[in-house]
């Protein structure tokens, strides 16, 4: 509870656009089923490129053997993207920035917090809209997959710094609430992603609504800790997505998906269209629970699928 308490705090501290997505928990849990998915030879060309990352030392710490090191790099380098916004050396910057479309690899020191999410906007009440950023997390995945194939022509430090984002980018584009910005009349200028509307789960802590999908697979946890919590039962191992969606390897179409369903679930009742707290309710969160356990299933089949692909 600790743990999970001071993993808060430091969200509330960043604003929105460096909000973590299903927290490490989910991340790591959906690299592991991935993982499992992988083709014999991709997985050798995976560790090739995880072994140029500089945290591939701290990712493998603890491992008994060269094959279980492999799969905790592959499962911890699922939450570079997020560790990054308090690694030493690395600046924020944002959407409009000079660098934020780049892809060069390892020597970009930005943060880029807008390539977690893309905000398809949207009022239930003909609240006037804002305009989306240019660059995002759709742009930016088109960019890393297009890269990732040894036939692209893009050095090994690109790759392998693609690599490492989109182990994490495909998980928060199946987050139904990183793909949305909604604007009421109570919140003209955009919920951010439901950042501004207050939810009160049956935990009895008052936490923004995107906090409260985003830690729905739980808090900090170790790689150890993540993969047995996905195979224990009823972890997310269990949970087979259909097979014609896991083909689906179109990042816009993804967006759509989760979209809708942050429409229908994530904004439904008891959600406000204020920023006022509200109870929710037990149909609420169990709603919640299941269409998270579905889409982080989803995202692991697909960002095998994705891998095996590029990499064959």
Known sequence: MRAAAFLL??????PFNQALAW???????????AYQRLNAPVKDKVDALLKLNGDYALWTAGAPDEPTARLYAFVHAATWADDIKTKGGYVTDNANGPDAGKNIGYADKNRHPYWH????MFSPDETPLATPDPVDAVTQLKLMIAALPASSGAS????????????????????????????TAQIPEGDRG????????????????HSYWDRIFGGYSSVFGAIFDAKDHGGLMSVHPDADAAQILDPDAWVTESFE?????????????????VQLTREYETDARNVARRQAALAAAR?????NDALK
Request: glycine share 6%.
């Open 9 to 14: 705090t430091q969200l509330l501290a960043f």
């Open 23 to 33: 927290w490490d928990e989910g991340h790591m849990q959906i690299a592991y089923v």
């Open 117 to 120: 999410f893309k905000d398809t």
């Open 156 to 183: 090994d430090d690109v790759r392998s710094y693609d690599l490492v984002w989109m182990l994490h980018v495909v998980g928060d584009l199946h987050q139904p609430l990183h793909t949305v910005q909604r604007h």
């Open 194 to 209: 439901g950042n501004s509307e207050r939810v009160i789960p049956a935990t009895g802590e008052t936490l923004p609504l």
């Open 261 to 277: 369903l942050a429409k229908k679930f994530a904004y439904a009742p008891p959600v406000s269209a204020g920023k006022d707290a």
């Open 303 to 307: 960002l095998a699928n994705l891998l």
